[in-house]
């Protein structure tokens, strides 16, 4: 009863639990090893230009992988390579690639001395890890930019994959003033928001949307950057499977915190099915060990024997036994004639024929 007992109050304890996050029987904190990695796709777009910037377009496709190659203690050793490839409207085509190395703490999310490749960045966070043992409405950074975590049990479509991945999602949003490159167009103020999606077991990246406008007094435009990972070391939670093929394209649409609650689909109830199927194998357990105790000992069978035998039938005795003595009978015997009269047969010693009575002569 004892054991019982404890089996119960855990499952209640687990139910609970359960109940309360979702996802709270998989997420661990972020805690990166050595070889850990993702390939992504990344799509940034300009485009919505007016004044200056009236009809012009231009897309940069990226192809990436980062990389951890040691890790010691909270310091994080990593590399990173991608190409790139620009096209525009008014211009050839370009390409190329850029590679190194970098370091950060896995407990502050900071980079160190060298980034990967991020500029006018003041002590930027990365943007491909987060700790995901924080719970909805808390905060946390990527590069300079203040997020906030919205759900803990995101649907998110991922175009490279195909797949509806169960993600944490957080969004930010903030502004600054600047100019685009060495671009003639002026000084730009600049507001953006940024949705950005992890993986809730490992607390990698997903994916991310970015969206921008620029504006000033003789011209606007929109620039937008969309990446999703094309493949990780870290095993996604799939939900369901898409069976179209689509490829990523640029998109200036941000996902919003209604998406988020319409997409989330049965996403919120795996944590509850989850606690209920341990609870029955819990019960299942718990019922067999009390039946195991309860049963009776049956009588066990016997083996079936050989009935024992007959008695023998009596024995015969061939020994020779002394016989009785054999009766004697003596048969006289008397000499048989002929009557002559009538023929039949009379003893030799009869004075008459006893058939016809006629005298012996």
Known sequence: MKLARAILALAVVIFLLASANPLALHTAGFAPKTGDSFHYYEVQTTGNGTGYYAGYTDQTILNGVEQITGVNGDNVSASYNYSYSFTSNEAS??????SGVFSFDSSSFLYGSQTDGQVGYVNPTVW?????????????????????????????????????ISTISGVGSGSYTGSPGNDEGGIYNVTYVWNVYFDPNSGYIVGYNYFESDTNSSATFTWSDNLYVTQTTYPLTVLAVVTTTTAPTSTSAVVSSSTSNASAGITPYLGYIAAFIILILIIAIIA???????????????????????????????????????????????????CQYCGALMDSTATVCPRCGAPRT
Do not use: C
């Not at 039938?313 to 048989?336: C, F, R």
């Open 93 to 98: 085509s370009t390409s190329g690639s850029q």
């Open 288 to 338: 067999f060990a009390a039946s195991r105790r309860n049963r009776r000992t049956l009588p066990s069978h016997p083996y079936r024997q050989t009935p024992p035998p007959s008695a023998p039938p009596p024995g015969i005795d061939l020994t020779p036994k002394e016989q009785p003595p054999v009766q004697q009978v003596v048969i006289k015997e008397v000499a048989k004639v002929q």
């Open 128 to 164: 491909f890890a987060m700790n995901n043992n924080l719970s909805v409405g808390s905060t946390f950074n990527i590069l300079n930019t203040q997020m906030t975590i919205s759900s803990k049990n995101f649907s998110l479509f991922v175009p490279t994959l195909s797949e509806d």
